[in-house]
């Protein structure tokens, strides 16, 4: 199948385009996947303080977490699917009844969880209505996608197109921050029999109402007639999963793959850590919440930080180096988290300076390479995939292979990620030298 490829100058905003700021859309593009990481985060964070005693009282501690990271997978397998299910809606009923269904069923499927009886009240039916619940976030956060991170590049002046797309993921080192904060909150004021009874489904509920928040704020942007307009005028269309994957699917891995580095890193600095840490019981859980929250904030500065160091070098570029960076950090994360306390804490606070300024700019890395009426069904779908590739499996291979095999597997994982992004820039560049 040929790859398609098209110039910069394809890409540029049509003539007399409705005049949309892009600092607008930039806080709904962050309004938007904060509240979606927020609930991701959530989930993740519970699958090793929580579930393992919730859920799957009848096994250890680690095979409890494992059990829950498999769980936690589900929702990065449903993700496409969900974007194919919601892009149909769309093209049938428009943007507003999308948005408005998939956020309803995320909502829902959160605060199903919150109300979920544990293992000891209704046996294996709690573990069937948690995987449920998962399976049907991942189906709303595919439908979610509301196209705002591809008008901002679009409608951003050409100069300053990193520094905007930057702020599209800004969302989940903001979400991961604010679900740290709550569930330290949480562990420190009630005690441990209280939160494991009770306290720990209150940000299922908090979550909940973010998505009610987030709703509003993004149907507020995106049916108004100036980007209604904007949308149309720069055919940003619905297309069906089954037309992107026959004319641009190359594309759409060949985007996926480019993104891997990062996305291969997101969940071990973010998961992983908690449950190691918590496996061998090398410092207090509280402890490590509190040096998150601190990465978590290094995260959104470098994410920042990303979108100055692209603006002058360029995007490709910025994501390469970061790309050998992480594989020559992942060299160093056996030593650093088989170490002290003090160099597990250096792993989790370096690991989230090089995920900011790497996951600052991997989405969009290959996005010229899309027709412009592709590039709204393609940035959701590779977005997609990265995240099934790169991120679903991530805390539950990390936390299984060190137990089996040593921290090796970590490195083992987080280069192979860094491989496939400096492979598919390659062959990215290749393309455009042939077009």
Not at 26 to 38: D, K, L, P, W
Not at 161 to 167: G, K
Request: charged share 10%; aromatic share 14%.
């Amino acid at each position: 199948m040929a790859t398609t490829t098209h110039t910069e100058a394809d890409m540029q905003t049509p003539a007399g385009h409705s005049p949309v700021a892009p600092a607008e859309i930039a806080v709904g593009v962050i309004i938007g996947r904060a509240s979606e990481h927020f609930d991701f985060f959530v989930f993740g964070i519970a699958c090793v303080l929580v579930f393992p005693q919730v859920f799957f009282p009848f096994t250890d501690n680690l095979n409890g977490m494992l059990y829950g990271f498999a769980i936690f997978a589900m929702a990065f397998v449903s993700r496409p699917f969900g974007t194919a299910l919601f892009m149909s809606i769309q093209r049938r009923w428009g943007r507003s009844v999308k948005l408005t269904a998939s956020l309803f069923l995320l909502g829902t499927a959160t605060v199903g969880v919150a109300f979920l009886p544990g293992y000891h009240s209704i046996g294996g039916t709690a573990i069937f209505l948690l995987a449920m619940f998962r399976i049907l976030q991942g189906f709303a956060l595919g439908g979610s996608w509301d196209g705002l991170p591809t008008l901002l590049a679009l409608n951003a002046p050409k100069a300053k197109r990193n520094w905007y797309t930057m702020f599209g993921q800004l969302g989940a080192p903001i979400g991961f921050l604010l679900a740290n904060m709550l569930f330290l909150y949480l562990i420190l004021s009630v005690s441990p029999e209280d939160f494991q009874a009770w306290a720990w489904r209150y940000p299922f509920f908090v979550a909940f109402a973010i998505n009610v928040v987030a709703l509003f704020a993004r149907l507020r942007l995106v049916l108004t007639e100036e980007y209604t307009f904007a949308l149309e005028e720069s055919a940003l269309e619905p297309i069906s999963t089954r037309e992107m994957l026959d004319k641009e699917g190359p594309n759409i891995f060949l985007g996926a793959f480019a993104a891997l580095a990062s996305y291969a890193l997101f969940h071990i600095v973010t998961i992983f850590p908690l449950s190691w840490i918590s496996f061998n019981q090398s410092q207090v859980i509280d402890d490590v919440l509190q040096i998150q929250i601190f990465g978590a904030v290094i995260g959104i500065i470098a994410t920042i930080f990303s979108g100055i160091i692209a603006s002058r070098v360029g995007k490709r570029t910025t994501v390469g180096v970061m790309a050998v960076l992480i594989g020559i950090f992942a060299l160093f994360s056996p030593m650093l988290m088989n170490g002290s306390a003090s160099m597990q804490n250096a792993f989790i606070l370096i690991g989230f300076a090089l995920l900011g300024v790497s996951y600052g700019q991997s989405q969009g890395t290959v996005t010229t390479n899309f027709a412009r009426r592709f590039r709204y069904s393609g940035a959701a779908l590779t977005s997609d995939f990265a995240w099934l590739f790169g991120a679903a499996f991530a805390p539950l291979i990390a936390l299984g292979l060190s137990v089996k095999f040593g921290l090796t597997a970590v490195s083992l994982y987080v280069l192979s990620g860094a491989l496939c992004t400096l492979l598919a820039l390659y062959i990215n560049r290749q393309i455009e030298r042939n077009a």
